[in-house]
């Protein structure tokens, strides 16, 4: 099935994109001025692990309020908010008034009011949707949002710092706003699908978490793709803690053209978006999802060992897009399976509850792979391409029994709450 570029999706899509943009620049502003403002990567480090943290302590909450509320007005107001955070922060880098800890707090808030919104665009993405189009647009989703993340908002976000310091804040502040608008704009009643759109969940706060939480550790197949992303996620962001400290003073790549170098690297997320759709069909989506993870770690490895010079900076940027071809098919493929997989009424909770499981230790490891970054800066992506590697090697089979499982049983029931009890449980994949 085709997806409409207008209509509901359409303003959908639009306010996603522009909201993504906009948290790349910040991501993107954030390291850049604090390697400007200290020597010590890991304080830069520890910039990452703010932007994880908050999904670890509020990614569940954030899905019980995205099945509870209009998701609608969520997204509005979780837009407004960072609009206002973000130009906050701008004031204070326009006074010099930044301090790094400044950019922690500042990466942390928005984090925080990430999560609600990006709970409400995951659970209401399925009501604008028909099911037959799912694939198509969450295809269409990775492609935009490689472009804005990877393509447009590291250049832009570098070229507005050597500008001014506050400059991408504003832009983001901006971008911010937009995105409330067009959430704002959506239909009220947004339901796609033929059957009617599910009541808001009953019960009190606790007992809706542990609904989703229970839906999805009971569902065999979703936790064993939960618990195979969980272990390389964690592998992914050990490799990565102190990326962009190990572009400038390695590859010697200067401070305006990192942008442009990450830009570069994530075309291979861009590709992933146009070849996703042809390879399951041919291959089918549990063979292509298991080779996703197989080609992670070790474009990784190279990236760690490439040497300081325009040739390294060359094969650098290819080892960064292979990378990321395999975590953009991860990530659209694993989405498709948890829209397939979970009711409406419970998507939101079991969406929070799975990015909160999966990043349970990232903020850690970003703050590990910051100190293995003291040492030697090619420690963390070096060790961290080859434990990845290993543990999607381990997990290969069992993702394509899982994902083979979780598309051909069709959304899970009550008869399916206890499958699985006493099987295996798996570690290692991608965020």
């Not at 060992?305 to 040739?311: D, I, L």
């Not at 910051?370 to 543990?391: E, N, S």
């Given at each position: 099935m085709r997806v409409r570029r207008g209509g509901a999706f359409g303003r959908l899509w639009w306010s996603m994109m522009s909201a993504y943009l906009a948290d790349a620049l910040v991501w993107t502003a954030a390291p850049l001025l604090a390697v400007r403002l200290t020597q010590d990567p890991f304080a830069v480090s520890a910039i990452s692990a703010a932007s994880y943290l908050p999904w670890l302590l509020f990614g569940v909450a954030a899905g019980v309020a995205a099945d509870r509320f209009d998701r609608r007005r969520l997204l509005g107001v979780a837009n407004v908010a960072r609009a206002g955070v973000v130009l906050g922060a701008a004031a204070l880098a326009a006074a010099g008034r930044m301090p790094v800890w400044g950019l922690v707090v500042l990466i942390f808030v928005a984090g925080v009011l990430e999560t609600v919104a990006e709970e409400g665009n995951q659970a209401l993405l399925p009501r604008v949707v028909e099911p037959s189009g799912r694939d198509a647009a969450n295809s269409r989703v990775v492609a935009g949002t490689q472009v804005a993340q990877g393509l447009v908002a590291p250049s832009a976000a570098a070229a507005l710092v050597a500008v001014a310091a506050a400059a991408p804040f504003v832009v983001s502040g901006v971008a911010f706003a937009a995105a409330a608008v067009l959430a704002l704009l959506l239909p009220r009643t947004t339901a796609a699908r033929t059957e009617a759109v599910p009541r808001a969940p009953r019960g009190g706060f606790f007992r809706q978490l542990d609904d989703g939480a229970r839906f999805l550790w009971r569902d065999r197949p979703l936790r064993t793709l939960l618990l195979v992303t969980t272990g390389s996620a964690t592998c992914l962001t050990l490799a990565q803690a102190a990326l962009v400290v190990f572009v400038v003073r390695t590859l010697h790549v200067p401070d305006a053209l990192v942008?442009?170098?990450?830009?570069?690297?994530?075309?291979?997320?861009?590709?992933?978006?146009?070849?996703?759709?042809?390879?399951?069909?041919?291959?089918?989506?549990?063979?292509?999802?298991?080779?996703?993870g197989l080609v992670c770690g070790p474009?990784?490895?190279?990236?760690?060992?490439?040497?300081?010079?325009?040739?390294?900076?060359?094969?650098?940027?290819?080892?960064?897009?292979?990378?990321?071809?395999?975590?953009?098919?991860?990530?659209?493929?694993?989405?498709?399976?948890?829209?397939?997989?979970?009711?409406?009424?419970?998507?939101?909770?079991?969406?929070?509850?799975?990015?909160?499981?999966?990043?349970?230790?990232?903020?850690?490891?970003?703050?590990?792979?910051?100190?293995?970054?003291?040492?030697?800066?090619?420690?963390?992506?070096?060790?961290?391409?080859?434990?990845?590697?290993?543990?999607?090697?381990?997990?290969?089979?069992?993702?394509?029994r899982a994902v083979a499982a979780a598309t051909d049983g069709g959304a899970a029931g009550p008869a399916d709450d206890d499958a699985g009890a006493g099987q295996p449980e798996l570690v290692g994949a991608v965020p």
């Open positions: 942008g442009v170098f990450l830009a570069v690297g994530a075309l291979g997320s861009v590709a992933a978006s146009a070849l996703l759709a042809p390879a399951v069909r041919r291959i089918g989506r549990p063979w292509v999802l298991a080779g996703a474009p990784l490895v190279v990236f760690g060992v490439v040497p300081g010079s325009r040739a390294g900076v060359v094969v650098g940027a290819v080892a960064y897009a292979t990378m990321s071809l395999g975590v953009a098919v991860w990530n659209s493929l694993t989405v498709s399976v948890r829209q397939h997989r979970v009711p409406d009424d419970l998507l939101g909770r079991v969406s929070g509850t799975w990015r909160t499981v999966c990043w349970v230790l990232v903020p850690l490891v970003t703050l590990a792979g910051g100190a293995l970054a003291r040492v030697d800066l090619r420690l963390p992506l070096v060790l961290g391409g080859v434990l990845a590697t290993i543990l999607a090697v381990l997990t290969a089979r069992p993702v394509v």
